[in-house]
């Protein structure tokens, strides 16, 4: 005798069950609307453990279901919307870290002379200007000769030593710190003619 197995769906299950079904009923407001009300406290607690403050996880969370958002046609179901929400997440918090660093190290009143990895400095509190600085610097780093672009992303992205540099590329540590120093000098030229800079420039003046 053959006996019937009910399946429990959990809460998750069956409200991402009810998205993906709004999506295919062509219901996109509806799914979304779902989705923001669903996992909007989710991704919050996220964002708030990674950056420590409340009206960064605040910006960061909004920043997310926007993208989530715009992106969700094209989520492949790969993973559950869960775990697709916290990697976007995630990255959206490394991507927060590295605009303020990048605005730390090029900072109001930097000797640019002075400017090396380990005087970067403490991350600045106010929320940095999204995606379209991310897509800025890597224009400026498409400019940059090629050594000079590698050397910069080794030592300040991946926080290399020169004496670690030089054994990846076979570079002498010399030739190194003259890549480095006339980067460093060319990002900060571009980043001083952008809206970014005037931007700084105005919020610096005003605290």
Not at 73 to 102: A, K, P, V
Request: glycine share 4%; aromatic share 10%; net charge neutral.
């Amino acid at each position: 005798m053959l006996h019937a197995v009910t399946i429990h769906m959990t809460d998750s299950e069956g409200i991402e069950a009810e998205i993906l079904q709004a999506l295919r009923a062509g219901e996109r407001d509806r799914a979304i609307t779902t989705l923001v009300r669903r996992y909007q406290r989710f991704v919050y607690s996220i964002a708030l453990r990674q950056m420590n403050h409340v009206e960064d996880a605040q910006d960061i969370t909004q920043e997310v279901l926007l993208r989530a958002a715009r992106f969700i046609d094209g989520f492949g179901q790969q993973s559950s919307l869960q775990t697709w929400l916290y990697r976007i997440t995630i990255n959206q918090c490394r991507s927060e870290f590295r605009r303020r660093r990048i605005k730390s190290f090029f900072g109001i009143g930097n000797d640019e002379d002075q400017i090396d990895v380990a005087s970067s400095g403490p991350l600045p509190s106010q929320h940095a200007e999204g995606r379209d600085f991310d897509d800025y610097m890597q224009r400026v780093l498409a400019k940059l000769p090629p050594k000079q672009r590698e050397t910069f992303c080794l030592r300040f992205y991946d926080e290399l030593s020169y004496e670690q540099i030089s054994a990846i590329t076979g570079t002498s540590q010399g030739a190194l710190k003259a890549n480095y120093h006339w980067a460093v000098k060319k990002i900060a030229e571009h980043l001083k003619q952008s809206e970014f800079y005037a931007h700084w420039s105005t919020s610096h003046d005003a605290e």
